[in-house]
């Protein structure tokens, strides 16, 4: 007699309507989570190049700053420096060695439309005394108005956000608020020469506003490079 066997059939089973809704929320989930994770990341590497522009951008100015000071120069009666409380205005050699020439620099707080900023201005080279008087009137009238912008050649250009700004100079041995410097005795053997020479410190405190760069008090030290190193205190 035939042994019927009877072989043990699996029924194949699908996912319940409940199981599916969690595993799609379970994805969702791992998605938002992923999605928060990568959207952390781009915030902060933009924070992180936005701090390394702003602080580029600051030593790229200081290093303007300390060239203009390194390359004030004398001219017969005119004056080398001058600080009223609010513009710093600079006599200097030009950047151009092959063709020897003189320029008015001009740093300042300035508003614009993206707020209070550093600013610094200069002329055209010259080599006159006439076209000095008349970029050093310009220099003036840039900071007090703004004329004397980047029209007719001249530069004006914005540099990094600030609140305040302090001059000291180093005079007599120790640094003293900035002010207008006093003129010396002529030259009996040069009566045209100049009367008026550079202190022999520069001390810049400028005031960084907060941001997602730096921030805070910032205190820059210049020496004639014909001196020695002055006192930090």
């Given at each position: 007699m035939p042994t019927q066997q009877h072989a043990g059939i699996r029924t194949a089973r699908g996912f319940t309507l409940i199981e599916l809704l969690v595993a799609i929320a379970v994805m969702a989930l791992l998605s938002l989570v992923s999605w928060r994770g990568l959207e952390?990341?781009?915030?902060?590497?933009?924070?992180?190049?936005?701090?390394?522009?702003?602080?580029?951008?600051?030593?790229?100015?200081l290093a303007q700053w300390g060239a203009d000071l390194d390359a004030v120069t004398t001219i017969a009666q005119t004056r080398p420096v001058d600080w009223d409380g609010r513009v710093l205005r600079l006599t200097r050699r030009g950047s151009d060695d092959t063709a020897p020439s003189v320029q008015v620099v001009a740093w300042t707080l300035k508003s614009g439309p993206d707020g209070v900023r550093w600013r610094r201005w200069q002329s055209l080279p010259f080599t006159t005394r006439g076209e000095w008087q008349q970029a050093w009137n310009l220099a003036a009238a840039w900071a007090q108005d703004g004329g004397?912008?980047?029209n007719g050649g001249f530069s004006d250009v914005a540099l990094v956000p600030a609140n305040s700004w302090q001059l000291f100079?180093?005079?007599?041995?120790?640094?003293?608020?900035?002010?207008?410097?006093?003129?010396?005795?002529?030259?009996?053997?040069?009566?045209?020469?100049p009367v008026v020479a550079m202190p022999d410190g520069v001390r810049l405190v400028i005031t960084l506003p907060p941001g997602e760069g730096l921030s805070g008090t910032l205190t820059r030290d210049w020496v004639k490079p014909t001196v020695g190193a002055p006192k930090t205190s």
């Amino acid at each position: 007699m035939p042994t019927q066997q009877h072989a043990g059939i699996r029924t194949a089973r699908g996912f319940t309507l409940i199981e599916l809704l969690v595993a799609i929320a379970v994805m969702a989930l791992l998605s938002l989570v992923s999605w928060r994770g990568l959207e952390s990341m781009s915030r902060a590497t933009t924070q992180n190049q936005q701090r390394a522009d702003t602080v580029l951008t600051l030593q790229a100015t200081l290093a303007q700053w300390g060239a203009d000071l390194d390359a004030v120069t004398t001219i017969a009666q005119t004056r080398p420096v001058d600080w009223d409380g609010r513009v710093l205005r600079l006599t200097r050699r030009g950047s151009d060695d092959t063709a020897p020439s003189v320029q008015v620099v001009a740093w300042t707080l300035k508003s614009g439309p993206d707020g209070v900023r550093w600013r610094r201005w200069q002329s055209l080279p010259f080599t006159t005394r006439g076209e000095w008087q008349q970029a050093w009137n310009l220099a003036a009238a840039w900071a007090q108005d703004g004329g004397a912008g980047s029209n007719g050649g001249f530069s004006d250009v914005a540099l990094v956000p600030a609140n305040s700004w302090q001059l000291f100079f180093f005079r007599d041995n120790s640094w003293v608020p900035a002010s207008q410097l006093p003129v010396a005795q002529p030259n009996p053997n040069n009566p045209s020469g100049p009367v008026v020479a550079m202190p022999d410190g520069v001390r810049l405190v400028i005031t960084l506003p907060p941001g997602e760069g730096l921030s805070g008090t910032l205190t820059r030290d210049w020496v004639k490079p014909t001196v020695g190193a002055p006192k930090t205190s």
